[in-house]
């Protein structure tokens, strides 16, 4: 296992943190190369979309529909080498733990993200303030979720207005 960056956890002890800056970045730029010269150019129509706003710090919601062998996975392989390459942090999960498997570090979106089992229309996700969880989330470029729409509409809602919270505590624009 490659030792990770000093530089970028020198002044953190969150094992998340650190876990996912763990990446070996040599490694990741030759997957990269050898990944994006294979994708096809509509896929690479959609790699430089969703690369670019992660570059500029956009923000955005892309969702990517295809049947099965379409290259989805492969898509989001690539992505994840490219950003991971540059020592940024990106965050795979998948709505089944079967297909969180066939990603890089992934994990099930209800394990990720503390997403409660019984959602309701005003659910929120167990991530609390200046805990580990939520700076590993302050410092993500990226998420990928895949097979997104395996999964109620309130994950979804539950995980934005988490995001809003841990991102406005950031800011410090927390109100009432």
Not at 91 to 113: D, K, M, P, Q
């Amino acid at each position: 296992m490659p030792f990770p960056d000093q530089d970028s956890v020198s002044t953190s002890t969150n094992p998340l943190m650190m876990e996912e800056l763990s990446y070996d970045k040599d490694s990741l730029s030759n997957d990269f190369k050898l990944l994006y010269t294979s994708l096809t150019d509509e896929q690479k129509s959609v790699y430089n979309k969703i690369f670019n706003s992660v570059k500029r710090k956009k923000g955005g919601v892309f969702f990517m529909y295809g049947y099965g062998g379409t290259g989805k996975t492969y898509l989001w392989k690539t992505l994840s080498a490219s950003i991971r390459s540059k020592g940024e942090i990106v965050l795979n999960v998948a709505s089944s733990g079967i297909v969180s498997l066939l990603l890089e570090g992934g994990r099930t979106a209800h394990s990720r993200f503390l997403i409660p089992i019984n959602l309701t229309e005003d659910s929120q996700c167990q991530v609390k303030g200046n805990t580990d969880v939520s700076e590993l989330l302050k410092k993500t470029s990226l998420i990928i979720w895949d097979e997104a729409p395996m999964i109620h509409k309130h994950a979804f809602e539950a995980l934005d207005r988490t995001l809003k919270d841990v991102m406005n505590v950031d800011l410090g624009n927390t109100s009432g």
